[in-house]
């Protein structure tokens, strides 16, 4: 009989609060900058991956949704770079010894399945792709710690490095100068991997509230748009050189202080700078719709309102608006949104911070409340809210 080798996992998604737009090296995927992440909780979003390896299979596929396809050219390559790490002396499991060549003799399907909408701007090739590199590892017997696995991952999709992590997650470009892609790629390509910066223990009281504004697929896809944008953004090459640096160290600092105020002020100038590069982009690119817009001007308002920031938008290549808050504001926030857009309870995830002392939660009066309706009045239209929070890294099941 042959042998069928199978590994499972769960993996997260990632929201960016400082973004990656822009590749220097394509194939590779060495970012023009570096990154910092938020991972959320898999109870709430989350890709399960299974990996099976036989020699009885003709071909590598991967299956998503029950539809099976060819692999990519950049899963084929991550596949081979994996497979390049394979043990010298084989792996032996459980009675049976299988050697290099065994493993080698042997095709991978990959059977995975997103608990949220694929392709809509909620990030699941990042946890798809995370997942992935986590389980072929495992599945082929290579011994990697998690920041190899990262490097991996990367070159399946660079924001699923990220994904390996739970907490803060710095996802560094892996160059301090350009001369050094010409004379040590190779070097680049090792050093280019996600690191945890924090862990999810740190700052237990991070929610993540998701609008999802559209589910369906977007216009521009994130890989063409960053291609779009390294050829013709003039402000993208200011962004690499000033705004990401002084941008990384301010939010890493914040972090390490726990200062919200100013960590929501970073992420919310972020997003708009990533957004300012997309429309300095020639022809322009735009991800945000009426009503994404409309959220941010929430923002904006709901943060005047209070004694500390309620929350920073974070908006990817797409319409849906992450809003990083607290879990002792979450109620109030998801009622003002359902109420503004109309939305009904079972499109509203199921989700329980427990309860929160006055002097800890934000009310917004009656009054106030009805003059945001009539500002917002029909600004808002969403398909559903996600209330989720900090969450830990891939893990295997």
């Known amino acids: 009989d042959s042998i069928v080798l199978s590994q499972s996992a769960i993996s997260p998604i990632n929201i960016a609060l400082i973004k990656y737009w822009g590749k220097v090296e394509d194939t590779l995927i060495i970012p023009l900058n570096s990154s910092l992440s938020l991972t959320l909780n898999t109870d709430d979003l989350a ?105 991996l991952a990367r070159l399946g999709s660079g924001s699923a490095c990220r994904s390996l992590f739970g907490g803060f997650v710095l996802w560094d470009r892996g160059f301090e100068d350009f001369k050094e892609l010409e004379h040590d790629l190779e070097s680049v390509d090792n050093k280019s991997r996600a690191v945890q910066v924090r862990d999810e223990l740190f700052w237990p009281d991070i929610a993540c509230v998701i609008f999802v504004a559209n589910d369906k697929k977007k216009e521009t896809s994130s890989t063409d748009g960053m291609k779009t944008s390294v050829e013709t953004s003039e402000f993208l090459k200011i962004r690499e050189k000033v705004v990401v640096p002084k941008h990384l160290e301010e939010i890493k600092e914040a972090i390490e202080t726990k200062n919200w105020p100013k960590m929501c002020e970073i992420i919310m100038k972020e997003s708009n700078s990533l957004h300012a590069v997309c429309l300095d982009t020639f022809p322009p690119i735009f991800y945000m719709n009426e009503t994404t817009k409309s959220i941010i001007s929430l923002v904006h308002e709901l943060n005047k309102l209070h004694s500390e920031p309620v929350g920073a938008y974070t908006v990817d290549a797409g319409a849906n608006c992450f809003m990083i808050t607290k879990k002792a504001y979450v109620d109030t926030l998801v009622k003002l949104m359902a109420d503004l857009s109309h939305l009904n309870e079972d499109v509203i995830n199921k989700y329980d911070f427990g309860t929160f002392p006055e002097s800890e939660r934000f009310d917004i009066d009656s009054q106030k409340a009805d003059l945001l309706r009539e500002q917002f009045k029909d600004k808002i239209e969403l398909k559903r809210i996600i209330v989720t929070s900090i969450g830990g890294g891939v893990k295997l099941v």
């Open 47 to 151: 890709t399960r991956t299974t990996v099976y390896l036989s020699k009885d299979f003709s071909q590598n596929t991967l299956v998503l949704k029950d539809h099976p396809s060819e692999f990519s050219k950049r899963l084929e390559r991550m596949h081979e770079v994996i497979r390049s790490k394979i043990p010298e002396d084989g792996i032996t499991v459980g009675d049976a010894k299988l050697s290099k060549q065994d493993l080698l003799e042997m095709k991978a399907k990959v059977v995975t399945e997103n608990d949220f909408p694929t392709a809509s701007g909620l990030a699941s090739s990042s946890s798809g792709l995370a997942c992935l590199a986590l389980c072929l590892s495992k599945a082929y017997g290579c011994d990697m710690g998690m920041e190899e696995i990262s490097r």
